[in-house]
């Protein structure tokens, strides 16, 4: 069985993508989200320029106990044709409780994306 990480919806193995939410499913049991979180707490972690890294960024955030999942652009024209998505572009989000984290934890793989080098990418404001 697989699941939606944001709905937890149950699918058989044939499905890769929650048709109510449009989000990737994971393998993993559904996301236990922390008391006091609902579903309006979900922002954007990062914007990866490949699937597969964006589900290796889900997959370490999920092991460290942060709640996270990936909306796949698979969808688009330029890869509908040749069933190339892991060039497509995916998006990481995770509750906005553990954003900071969140970010500490995936800054490694973010640096170690092809054609990335120190201060490419601001993430957000320090103060």
Known sequence: ?????????????TFDVCSDCGVDLITDTPLDIPEGCDD????????????LYANMAVELLMREGIPAYSISNRGSAA??????YLSSNSQVYVLEPEFDEAMSIIKLIIEELPGSSEGDYDYYDEE
Not at 1 to 13: G, L, Q, R
Not at 40 to 51: K, R
Not at 79 to 84: I, Q, Y
């Open 1 to 13: 069985m697989v699941f939606c990480p944001k709905c937890s919806a149950e699918y058989t193995v």
């Open 40 to 51: 309006g707490d979900w922002i954007e972690l990062h914007t990866f320029p490949e699937y």
């Open 79 to 84: 890869s509908a044709g040749r069933g190339n």
